[in-house]
């Protein structure tokens, strides 16, 4: 079962920064951090958000420390800090520690962009393991919000998986979609205003009834959500987001015409093995 609460940070070429990285976005958490653990071993670490400056008082070990901007672009990076140090970077909005020598062994350098998707265990206990999905290259996802970092996110981990992904703002969903045959999904993002969200999502199916659309919002909203209505967590369910828009696209993607029931080969030759 995935851990809530917990990261993956991934360059933007796909490659992984660290497995598991535990979120520290409370004030409590963010004082506290690293302080009374042992040793931070490697693939693991922390972010700690919103913050622009650490402090290493009370630790035991040496760590590596990332500023990363709105736009998650890594601005500074102090490698190597000791305890009883403090660090600082202006325009950051959230801070990684890892540990030492972990920049350095991932190649990682000011100036990359990253990105952020839940934590998924490895092994067959993942969440895409096993689903048998079939999905197509090239499909067209529109990615509606007005969060730039949830944007950039969604867009990252839909070209990941192949799909063509594309941003606008929600009040123009549903124009974009009427404007356009291609569209095979829609993600939806809420935010915090979900009533409103709904609205949004009501009058593009009016317009578009077969395009599927799959609703993210902040986790508090997602606790008001109503009855009967699936919104997933945009920062802790991501990779689930993904994985409904490949259940959505493949249950609605038609066969090929020459296709029939007794053969499949056709199919094979248009949709990707099984993830």
């Known amino acids: 079962m995935r851990k809530r609460g917990t990261l993956t940070l991934r360059r933007e070429d796909g490659r992984i920064v660290a497995e598991e ?11 506290i951090g690293l302080i009374g653990r042992r040793s931070m071993p490697a693939g693991k670490g922390i972010v700690l958000r919103p913050s622009f400056s650490i402090h290493t008082a009370f630790m035991r ?23 009883s140090r403090t660090s600082s970077c202006r ?17 990682l350098s000011v100036g990359d962009r990253v990105a952020w998707a839940s934590f998924v265990p490895p092994g067959p206990g993942g969440a895409t393991a096993g689903t048998g999905l079939q ?3 090239g499909a067209r996802v529109l990615v509606a919000s007005d969060d ?8 990252f981990l839909l070209e990941g998986k192949g799909f ?3 941003a606008v703002a929600p009040d123009r969903l549903a124009e974009a ?29 009016t317009q578009r009834p077969e395009v599927p659309i799959v609703v993210v919002a902040e986790p508090a909203a997602v606790k008001r959500a109503p009855a009967g209505v699936r919104i997933y967590d945009k920062w802790d369910e991501t990779d689930d987001v993904i994985a409904a828009v490949e259940r959505v696209i493949a249950e609605n993607a038609p066969l090929p015409e ?3 029931g007794d053969d499949d080969e056709s199919l094979e030759a248009e949709v990707d093995d099984s993830l």
Do not use: M, Y
């Open 21 to 31: 990285v535990t979120v520290a976005s409370s004030i409590p958490a963010r004082t």
């Open 61 to 83: 070990f040496p760590i590596d420390v990332i500023f990363l901007d709105q736009d998650l672009v890594v601005l500074k990076i102090a490698a190597g800090l000791r305890p």
């Open 91 to 107: 325009g950051a909005r959230e801070v990684v520690e890892l540990a030492a020598g972990e920049c350095e062994r991932r190649g």
């Open 135 to 137: 999905r197509r290259h």
């Open 148 to 155: 730039a970092r949830f944007t950039k996110l969604a867009r």
């Open 164 to 166: 063509d992904a594309e």
């Open 177 to 205: 979609v009427d404007a356009d045959d291609e569209i095979a999904a829609v993600v939806l993002d809420a935010n915090l205003a979900v009533a409103e969200t709904l609205g949004i999502a009501n009058a593009t199916r």
């Open 258 to 260: 020459d296709a029939s």
